[in-house]
Every structure is written in C-alpha cells, then in structure tokens.
Nanobody
Framework: QVQLVESGGGLVQPGGSLRLSCAASGRIFSINTMGWYRQAPGKERELVASIANAGSTNYADSVKGRFTISRDNAKNTVYLQMNSLKPEDTAVYYC???????????????WGQGTQVTVSS
C-alpha cells in the first residue's frame, strides 16, 4: 500500500506565499516523476509543476517565475513553494507520484487526497 500525504494548504492574501509538502510512504521501490496538479471549481485538473528523479522540472506557464518545485529523494517528498499568489491560484492542489513498488513491477500513478489553497483578501 502506498500513501501520499499533502500538507501546507490554507488561506492566504494575494501576493502572499505558501509551501506545500507531499510525502510518499509505504511499499516503494523507486519513484520516477513527482508533481503537483490543481483543480478549481468547474475546471479540469491541470498540471502545475513536475520534477523528475534527476531534478529536471516542468512548469505551467501560469506559474512560471512564481512557483518552485523541489524534492528530497531520501524522504520521498516533493515540495511546492508558491510565491506572489493570485486569486486565480485558488484550487485544490493534488500531489502525484509515478512509482513502482518492486524492482520488477510496472510504474503506476498515485495521488494524494488534495489540499485546499485559497487566495483571497
């Protein structure tokens, strides 16, 4: 069994900052890409940022220059530092990990339960 547990969401004023964390635990052999997605009311889930095992990153255009994704492979944890937050960043943020549980298993996608981020004055 694998669990992804997110933390760090909350209410912040426009221009403020938040840092999200997501720790993967359970039977894990290796993790490939980790990422953050978000879903606002009435909208589809979208990729915010992702980071490969070796450290290469990818960002949605809407967050470039404001958000930074990082990971600690020793702790199976991914972070999202969010600065200069805007009301349009309001959404439920989901952690995602592409991982395999054994050396011979296939990679599968795993999701966290989501954490609410609200940007409002």
């Amino acid at each position: 069994q694998v669990q992804l547990v997110e933390s760090g969401g909350g209410l912040v004023q426009p221009g403020g900052s938040l840092r999200l964390s997501c720790a993967a635990s359970g039977r894990i052999f290796s993790i490939n890409t980790m990422g953050w997605y978000r879903q606002a009311p009435g909208k589809e889930r979208e990729l915010v940022a992702s980071i490969a095992n070796a450290g290469s990153t990818n960002y949605a255009d809407s967050v470039k220059g404001r958000f930074t994704i990082s990971r600690d492979n020793a702790k199976n944890t991914v972070y999202l530092q969010m600065n200069s937050l805007k009301p349009e960043d309001t959404a439920v943020y989901y952690c995602n990990a592409e991982l395999r549980q054994t050396s011979y298993g296939r990679y599968g996608n795993y999701w966290g339960q989501g954490t609410q981020v609200t940007v409002s004055s």
